[in-house]
């Protein structure tokens, strides 16, 4: 049985990321990669959809950390008898899928219980599993089904019942044992056996010296920003640079309802957001890999260019629904794929803009693909922008003119304007100029309520829309202008919930679909941006205070908050909350400076 959301921690490679439960139990991992099949899908399921669990027999209390500034999880268990630490990572900088737990006794005596339960093809394949004595002293388990092969490795392995693999055995003071679950292709041999001792060790060094180059003095929540910056960084695939909206599918964003969708892939707004949050921080690497993941991704006629992709850049993510699986919490259908790749939505051009013109600003050497494509992209805009789009929120209501889309249609001329103006680079200059002016102008008249003075959802609604307090971060309007302003009083009257903000108003039908969702945490982080931008400092610092504390026992948001019911809900954790989180709190550091 799944537990709450903010019950579980995220490790993972950066090819691929595993939940890991406060119980100690493995409930979501797909290996290799972010979107392949899950082998533990107890998430979506129960026990018998797979999961991997360490956990004392009997009574017990938890506490976890992760390891300094690393994705290295520390699980305390303590029970009447003693106390023992969980080790939980992912080894990183080699080509092996691993995952290593490492119990230690620390007080006493504490008898474990031990549950390896594979299923194949998310929770559907119960695979063949063999006992191996492949050199002196190893041993392991293999789960073996179609392409995928499990090994397990320990000290003592489990034996199996009733399609399980189970043990139970005693930890007590000093005593260390090291199990791992390896990934490998079914025709491969069992790959040898590693001193995990040495790459656990590696891969807390690299995450440590990754953040070194971070600039977080006195930024307001650091620990939490630290905590999202490793978070989206362990989000984006190492060798690709693709970087995804979060590691799992089909987390509701109301319990027991169908608004259940797949994150396991690569939206360009989501990561051309991440990089901006990454950017700011001071970490450039990620965005030369994700310039040339984009390069790779967006080849062939700008006019194809699709709103998202899978990791490695392939194009076809058919949405599918998988009957088997119950879904968290009775909330059905649990999707694979996202039939949102075909939409229309015409705001991602105008973020992948702002992100390469951050990006060049922040001095991450230029590249003349990288500007070829861009040139290209703008200039396909140039014939297409008034069409009608799906929006930001991916609606699956009919296409509207979405006052956000032709903001950010503004923004991807304004940063080719400045591309040319400040830092020499080659384009029709005076044409972007024209058609930059051309969309502010209409955008100020057809998605301006002007007598409630807010900007609206689209153009043919009174509606409002979180997405508007984007506006005034993009450079569209000053923080202060009236417009701004009236339009923050608009979203304070008609999208917050108990303090938070909605993405808008799901009665109005706009979306297409059944059924209600919670606040979206990135659209409550945005309100703390605005306010600052607005001269509102106090507000923006409460705000902020109130998101951050939602944050879980490890630092991790999910996508939206359910007030009522005081919990995460939605995909988890996701790269939107967090990159968010990071851009609040540059944000109001940079207004109170
Ligand atoms: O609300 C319906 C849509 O919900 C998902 O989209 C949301 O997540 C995306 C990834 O983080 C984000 O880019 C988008 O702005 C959000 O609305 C889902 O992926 C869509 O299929 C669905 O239509």
Redesign the pocket.
């Given at each position: 049985m799944a537990l709450p959301i903010e019950d579980y921690a995220l490790i993972g490679d950066r090819h691929t990321a595993a939940l890991v439960g406060r119980n100690g139990s493995i409930d979501w991992l797909c290996l290799p990669r972010f979107d392949s099949p899950a082998c533990f899908a107890g998430l979506l399921g129960d026990d018998d959809h797979g999961h991997w669990q360490l956990v004392p027999v009997g009574e017990w209390t938890s506490t976890r950390r992760y390891v300094d500034d690393s994705t290295s999880l520390e699980t305390t268990f303590t029970t009447a008898d003693g106390v023992v630490t969980l080790l939980d990572l992912m080894p990183t900088g080699d080509d092996r899928a691993d995952v290593v737990r490492r119990l230690t006794g620390v007080e006493g005596t504490v008898r474990f219980r031990h549950e390896w339960v594979v299923r194949m093809d998310y929770g559907h394949i119960k695979p063949w599993v063999t006992r191996h004595h492949p050199g002196k002293g190893d041993h392991a388990i293999t789960a073996v089904a179609g392409p995928d092969m499990l090994v397990l490795r320990g000290p003592r392995l489990p034996t199996p019942t009733d399609h399980k693999h189970a043990d139970e055995f005693d930890v007590a003071a000093g005593d260390t044992l090291t199990f791992s679950t390896t990934w490998v292709r079914s025709s491969d041999p069992i790959p040898d056996k590693e001193k995990m001792k040495k790459r656990i060790k590696a891969t807390i060094r690299d995450e440590r010296g990754w953040l070194d180059q971070c600039k977080l003095e006195g930024l307001p929540h650091r620990d939490a920003v630290v905590r999202s910056l490793l978070t989206l960084r362990l989000l984006t695939h190492e060798k690709t640079g693709g970087i995804v909206?979060?590691p799992t599918t089909s987390l509701p964003?109301a319990f027991g309802g169908s608004?259940n969708?797949?994150?396991r892939?690569c939206?360009l707004?989501?990561a051309a957001l991440t990089l901006e949050a990454l950017i700011s921080a001071g970490a450039t690497e990620e965005a030369e890999k994700w310039r040339t993941w984009l390069l790779r991704a967006a080849a062939g006629d700008p006019a194809d260019l699709q709103?998202?992709y899978a990791v490695d850049g392939a194009r076809r993510l058919p949405?599918i629904e998988l009957d088997h699986l119950p879904g968290y919490a009775d909330s059905r259908p649990v999707?694979i794929g996202?039939?949102?790749?075909t939409?229309r939505?015409t705001d991602v051009l105008g973020e992948v803009m702002i992100a390469l013109s951050e990006s060049r600003d922040a001095g991450v050497p230029s590249d003349a693909n990288a500007w070829s494509l861009q040139r290209q992209l703008v200039d396909a805009l140039a014939d297409s922008w008034q069409e009608p789009d799906?929006?930001?929120?991916?609606?699956?209501g009919p296409v509207q003119h979405f006052t956000h889309s032709r903001a950010m249609v503004w923004a991807a001329f304004d940063r080719a304007v400045r591309a040319v103006e400040d830092h020499g680079l080659e384009g029709p200059v005076d044409r972007w100029r024209e058609l930059r002016d051309a969309v502010h102008a209409e955008v100020c008249e057809r998605g301006f309520d002007t007598e409630r003075n807010t900007f609206t959802q689209h153009y043919d609604t009174r509606e409002v829309d979180a997405s508007l307090l984007v506006l005034p971060l993009i450079g569209f309007l000053p923080g202060d202008d009236p417009r701004v302003l009236g339009t923050i009083a608009a979203v304070e009257a008609d999208l917050m919930c108990d303090g938070l903000v909605l993405?808008y108003r799901t009665e109005s039908g706009v979306?297409g679909?059944e059924g209600d969702?919670h606040p979206?945490l990135?659209c409550s982080f945005w309100l703390v941006s605005a306010y600052a931008e607005a001269g509102r400092p106090d507000d923006a610092r409460a705000l902020l205070d109130r998101l951050v504390g939602l944050c879980n026992d490890v630092g991790l948001l999910a996508?939206e908050y359910d007030v009522d019911g005081d919990r995460m809900a939605g995909?988890f954790p996701?790269?939107?909350s967090h990159l968010a989180l990071v851009q609040a709190a540059f944000r109001l550091h940079q207004h109170q400076q």
């Open positions: 909206a979060a964003e608004r969708w797949d994150y892939y939206w707004r989501d709103i998202m949405e999707r996202n039939g949102a790749v939409q939505q799906h929006g930001i929120w991916e609606i699956r993405r979306d679909l969702e979206f990135a996508e995909n996701q790269a939107f």
